[in-house]
C-alpha cells in the first residue's frame, strides 16, 4: 500500500501546482502557449482549460476514482508527445508552461513528463476496483503543492520594472491632476491591467485609460500597460515603473509614502538618501529601497560604464526610446524569438549577429528572400547567430541566463521582457543591478523583448 500511496502524492503534488501556477499567472501560460501552434484567443484562454484539467485530475487520483490513474497517464502522455513534436519543429528552449514560468522545452522536461506518465500508469495497473481514497496522500499532495507554489511565487519581483528613459523622469512632474498620488495606466482589452484596477483603487489610485485619458499618458510619456507612476505630495515622480502584481503596484505606492515619510521626518534617511541621488544611481533602486517598506504595509564582476560613449543605440518597448538597459543587437532594437536569437524589430525577420537577414538555414538574404552573392556571384557564407542573451555575456566576459519574465499590452498583444541575468552587481550600463526576474542570486544585466500574438 506503500507505494500507491506515494505515487498518489507525487502525481496530485505535481498536478495541483502545475495548475496553481497556471491559474496564477495566466499570461505567461498564454505565451507558453503559442509554443505549441495556439494563437489567438485560444492561447489567451489555454491557461483555465489547462488549469482544470490538471486540477480535476488531481482532485480524482485523490478521491480514488478508478478512472483517475489512467486518465492522468494519458494526458500526461499527450503532454509528452507535445513536447517532442516542439523539439523537432525546433523549438527547443521555447517556454513550455509546464511548471511555471521557468518551465523551457527540453529533452529534460520530455523525460520529466514521462516519468510521471510512467508513475500514472503503474498505478493504473495496481489500482484496485475498491480502493479507498487515501487521506494520507490528500493531505501531503495539498503541503507540497501549496509549499511549491508560494515558493515559486515568493521569487518574483516586489518591485516595478523601470527602464531607463520610459515613463516620467523622477522628479519631473507631469501634471496629471490635483491630488493624484499614485496612478496606474491600462488598456482597453488589456488583462493584466484588468486585475490590477481593484487593488489600483484600494490603494486610492488614478487609473488612466489609453483612449479616453490619451492626453495623460501623452504627459507621462508612458511606454505601455499596465505602468504605474507614484508622485510626491509637490506633483513630482518619485517612483514609475511596469508592474503585473499587486505587490509590484503595492512596491510602487510604498515608495511614495516612504518617500513622505524621509522627508516629514526631516531626517536624511536611507529612502530619501536614495531619493536625491542622481537618476543614474536612483532607478529601480528607489523601488527596491521602498519594497522592504510595502512589506510590512501590504504584508504580503563590472565596475562602471560598460558601454563607451556613443556606443549605445537607441532602444524602444511599445514605441518609447530608452539607452542603456538594451541588450546589444544586431540591428540595435533587442527583439528576440521564443527561443532568444535576434529578429529585426520593424519585421520581426530573423538576422544573423552580423545584423543580415537569414532564411531557414541561417544563409544570409536579401530584402527579396534571394541569397546575398559576394563579388564573384557566390552565395555568401553563413555567420554566427547566437541567442541575444548569450552574445550579451560574451562580449562583456560574464555568465549570464535568462530566467523569468515581465509583461505589457502593446497596441492590443502582450508583449514579454525578459531579463538576461548574471551573477554580477552591475547591470549594462554600469547601474547597480537589481533582482528583477532573476533566480538563485542572480540579478539583471541587459533586458529583451519578444513580440507575442496573444491578445492582452
Not at 476514482?65 to 502522455?77: E, K
Not at 520610459?166 to 491632476?177: I, K, Q, V
Amino acid at each position: 500500500m506503500l507505494l500507491p500511496t506515494l505515487l498518489v502524492a507525487l502525481l496530485s503534488t505535481t498536478l495541483l501546482a502545475a495548475a496553481a501556477l497556471k491559474a496564477g499567472d495566466p499570461t505567461a501560460t498564454a505565451v507558453a502557449a503559442t509554443t505549441f501552434g495556439l494563437r489567438g484567443a485560444a492561447a489567451r484562454w489555454a491557461w483555465l482549460a489547462l488549469a482544470l484539467l490538471e486540477a480535476g485530475l488531481a482532485v480524482a487520483l485523490l478521491a480514488a476514482a478508478p478512472w483517475a490513474p489512467g486518465a492522468t497517464a494519458a494526458v500526461l502522455g499527450v503532454f509528452a508527445l507535445a513536447q517532442v513534436l516542439a523539439i523537432f519543429a525546433g523549438r527547443t528552449g521555447a517556454p513550455c508552461g509546464c511548471f511555471g514560468a521557468r518551465g523551457r522545452i527540453s529533452w529534460g522536461s520530455v523525460a520529466r513528463t514521462a516519468v510521471l506518465a510512467g508513475a500514472a500508469i503503474a498505478l493504473a495497473i495496481g489500482w484496485g476496483a475498491r480502493q479507498q481514497p487515501p487521506l494520507l496522500p490528500a493531505v501531503a499532495a495539498i503541503a507540497l503543492a501549496a509549499a511549491i507554489v508560494w515558493r515559486l511565487r515568493a521569487a518574483r519581483p516586489a518591485g516595478a520594472l523601470d527602464v531607463e528613459g520610459e515613463g516620467p523622469p523622477l522628479g519631473s512632474a507631469p501634471a496629471l491632476g490635483d491630488g493624484v498620488r499614485l496612478a496606474l495606466f491600462s488598456a482597453p482589452g488589456c488583462h493584466l491591467c484588468r486585475a490590477l484596477i481593484p487593488q489600483a483603487r484600494r490603494l486610492g489610485a488614478s487609473v488612466f485609460d489609453e483612449v479616453a485619458d490619451a492626453d495623460a499618458w501623452a504627459r507621462a510619456e508612458v511606454p505601455g500597460a499596465p505602468y504605474a507612476v507614484a508622485l510626491a505630495a509637490d506633483g513630482t515622480v518619485v517612483a514609475k515603473g511596469t508592474v503585473n502584481t499587486r505587490t509590484q503596484l503595492a512596491s510602487v505606492f510604498g515608495a511614495a509614502q516612504a518617500h513622505d515619510h524621509g522627508r516629514g521626518s526631516g531626517a536624511d534617511g536611507p529612502v530619501d538618501a536614495v531619493a536625491h541621488q542622481p537618476e543614474r544611481t536612483s532607478r529601480r533602486g528607489f523601488l527596491a529601497t521602498a519594497s522592504a517598506a510595502v512589506a510590512v504595509l501590504t504584508a504580503g564582476r563590472l565596475t562602471g560604464a560598460l558601454v563607451a560613449p556613443g556606443d549605445a543605440e537607441a532602444y524602444h518597448f511599445c514605441g518609447h526610446i530608452y539607452t542603456t538597459d538594451g541588450c546589444p543587437h544586431p540591428t540595435g532594437l533587442p527583439r528576440i524569438d521564443r527561443h532568444g536569437y535576434p529578429l529585426r524589430a520593424k519585421d520581426g525577420k530573423p538576422v544573423d549577429d552580423l545584423g543580415r537577414l537569414v532564411d531557414a538555414n541561417g544563409a544570409p538574404i536579401d530584402e527579396a528572400g534571394a541569397p546575398l552573392l559576394d563579388p564573384d556571384g557566390r552565395p555568401m557564407p553563413p555567420a554566427r547567430r547566437r541567442r541575444v542573451c548569450t552574445a550579451a555575456g560574451k562580449r562583456y566576459r560574464v555568465e549570464v541566463r535568462t530566467d523569468g519574465a515581465w509583461y505589457r499590452c502593446c497596441d492590443g498583444r502582450v508583449r514579454k521582457l525578459l531579463d538576461c541575468c548574471t551573477t554580477g552587481s552591475r547591470r549594462i550600463n554600469g547601474d547597480r543591478a537589481l533582482r528583477g526576474y532573476c533566480y538563485a542570486r542572480r540579478r539583471v544585466f541587459c533586458v529583451m523583448y519578444f513580440q507575442t500574438n496573444v491578445p492582452c
